[in-house]
């Protein structure tokens, strides 16, 4: 027990050390900008007397960072918002567009798993859809739905809605026959089958499948939003992309890394209570 | 009092002879309906007039005649040869209560824009009783689309998006308006650093080149240059399609040799050392139309109060951006992040005119960028020639009807006469590009002088 307890500490130390390191490397890497001071009037309009855009020091992503998280809500009409409004609003996009995904491709999956007919038939269809990149189907999103909103929902719902519907078919048609067939000895309604015997059984799998579909969704917003624009992180980068500003861009970078990796661990601490019931 | 003669005159149901109320047979069987306020009975008594003098004001003849034709036929024909935008303007003198306030106009941040974006802080659209939402747009293809589907009342457009959305060229036919447009000038060509010994676009073989959009000016002034030059844009150079925000960065990285963008971007490139200003377009073309305000047709027909307010604003405000003095107070009113999001100097260099050119020199050029909102329908008709000369559209183009029907000039004239600005008496003129006279007469004639060109 203790020699654990130090590796994890040692490991910790190791991260923390790394993470010194790099930035401490990055800091250095970056040459401190010559402000002019004395300049003629063609130096003053080429921009010597402010900073070049460039990739920043970490301090400066840092001072960004400060100045975004400290007021994250602030409102400064429709084109400049704070920081937790944008990442609210892209959270927002992405539960709405994955939630409509989860309605449809559980119950689905589960028929899908139960009837190989239906499994075979359906599965083509499933094949060439489900590799198209989500940002193919913007434009006709547009075009059809008329709403960029909507539209950008409709974007998650079609790339979240593959790997449940696969994991929930593929679990449901994993549970041993044995089960299923003890049920049906106790003369089991199909319906109470599925709830009480399939479901449990195939739980895992299809957490799984829902954990694989909300990292795709997230990966899928700050795409979208760079292109119907309005709101969002996506939006935000662009925003700041727009401008050159390289601070405030990898300081969004990082904070859609973060918010992604929370996404994520609410699945796995889903997916580990479940696999430790069986 | 009996009111004559506000029947519908392009309907063979109505009797013009008989006025509102009567209670003949005839009458009540199709019983008129008076049009709804008072600006619309004066339209409708000048349509009315003219139809009538047309047939001789005989009733019998004019009634057969647009039942063998249709009313519809007939009022397209007459608009054809008579000039009746010009005796009914579809933007009202007075304005009654305004239909709707709460209005989203969509823009896409470069300074062509400046005057729709300045009307929000500086108070124009609320002097006119409009609460106006601009929203920043990230492309010219989002911007059409979300006008198409009505998400914006109305948009900052390229001059010849309008043109090729009603007639359908590179997306679903609508039609569209524009009453005004923003900026005359404001582009340039810029070059990266590494092609300073490229001035003569004779030595442009084989670069690349970036326009923010297709149906845009930057594109047909790019291509017209070049071509003047003897090169053909579609095999000795190549163009693509590069959001204004992605060039700055495309030219430092080597993917572009060069663009012609709106500004900020080219001043942009100046400011990070990675470009120099090889020419501004207005040495190409002095005042040509770039950016413009259009709307949905419907926009003007369902809520023409609202529509006049609006255009009110819109003219109100380019006429402040046009003067030299206010200038700096706009730079500084359109930068911050909710609008154009760019350091303050490089949008004052923009609009005052006096910028580092990135070749060593400050330059003085103070209408580099200008402001003037009549639609000439004559540029109307020479996008058009260029949009046929590179095989943007092909056949036959009514070249007058598709630009008086999208160039609204009658519109921008009633309302600049209104505010008290000097407006052109006429719609079409020629106009000088690169030393060649474009006469609107005769746009044929023009596009066969070209040597380089695809659909003539």
Known sequence: MTSTWSDNRRAALLSVLILAVALLAWEMAIPAQQLATEMTEYERLMGGGSARAGIPAPSEVAVKAWEQLSNPFYDAGPNDKGIGIQIAYSLGRVLTGYGMAAIIAIPLGFLIGMSPVAYKALNPFIQVLRPISPLAWMPLALFIIQDSEASAIFVIFICSIWPMLLNTAFGVSGVRQDWVNVARTHELGSLRTALTVILPAAAPTIITGMRISIGIAWLVIVAAEMLVGGTGIGYYVWNEWNNLDLASVIFSILLIGVTGMLLDSVFAVLQRRLTYAE | ?????????????????????????????????????????????????????????????????????????????????????????????????????????????????????????????????????????????????????????????????????????????????????????????????????????????????????????????????????????????????????????????????????????????????????????????????????????????????????????????????????????????????????????????????????????????????????????????????????????????????????????????????????????????THDIMGKTFDPADPEGYLSSFAIGRGA
């Not at chain 2, 009633?414 to 600005?421: A, F, I, K, R």
């Open chain 2, 1 to 429: 009092m009996t009111i004559r003669a506000l029947g519908d005159p392009f309907s063979a149901q109505t009797d013009l002879r008989h006025g509102a109320g009567c209670a003949c047979t005839g009458c009540r069987a199709t019983p008129q309906s008076l049009p709804a306020s008072p600006e619309a009975m004066i339209e409708r008594a000048v349509e009315s007039a003219i139809v009538r003098s047309m047939f001789g004001h005989s009733d019998v003849s004019r009634r057969s005649f647009m039942g063998m034709l249709g009313g519809g036929t007939m009022a397209a024909a007459l608009a054809s040869v008579l000039p009746l935008d010009q005796a009914k303007a579809a933007v009202l003198e007075s304005l009654g209560p305004l239909e709707k306030t709460d209005l989203a106009i969509g823009f896409v941040p470069i300074t062509c824009a400046t005057p729709i974006i300045m009307a929000e802080p500086m108070g124009f659209y609320s002097r006119y009783g409009l609460n106006v939402s601009v929203i920043k747009t990230a492309g010219w293809a989002v911007a059409r689309d979300k006008s198409l589907s009505g998400e914006y009342d109305a948009s900052h457009m390229l001059t010849p998006m309008p043109l090729a959305m009603t007639m359908g060229a590179g997306s679903t036919a609508q039609p569209f308006i524009m009453p005004a447009v923003e900026n005359i000038n404001g582009q340039a060509i810029v070059l990266s650093n590494e092609h300073l010994d490229k001035r003569d676009p004779a030595q442009w073989k084989g670069l690349t080149f970036g326009v923010p959009f297709e149906y845009s000016m930057h594109n047909f002034l790019l291509r017209y240059y070049v071509a003047e030059h003897g090169l053909d844009p579609d095999q000795d150079i190549q163009i693509r399609v590069v959001p204004p925000p992605d060039m700055v960065a495309n030219l430092r990285a080597g993917n572009l040799d060069g663009f012609l963008s709106p500004d900020p971007f080219n001043q942009r490139a100046v400011w990070e050392g990675i470009g120099f200003i090889h020419l501004l377009t207005k040495e190409l073309w002095e005042g040509h139309p770039c950016c413009a305000f259009a709307a949905p047709a419907r926009f003007a027909t369902e809520m023409p109060n609202t529509y006049g307010a609006l255009l009110r604003a819109i003219i109100d405000a380019t006429q402040y951006a046009s003067d030299p003095s206010n200038r700096t107070e706009i730079a500084a009113a359109i930068a911050p992040a909710n609008y154009l999001n760019q350091p303050v100097p490089v949008i004052e260099q923009v609009l005052t005119g006096t910028f580092a050119d990135g070749l060593g020199e400050v330059r003085q050029v103070p209408d580099r960028i200008d402001f003037d909102p009549f639609p000439w329908q004559s540029m109307g008709v020479w996008i058009l020639t260029q949009m046929k000369r590179w095989g943007y559209i092909e056949g036959d183009v009514d070249y007058r009807g598709i630009a008086e029907q999208v160039y609204l000039a009658a519109d921008a004239r009633t309302v600049m006469q209104d505010l008290g600005y000097e407006a052109p008496a006429e719609n079409y003129r």
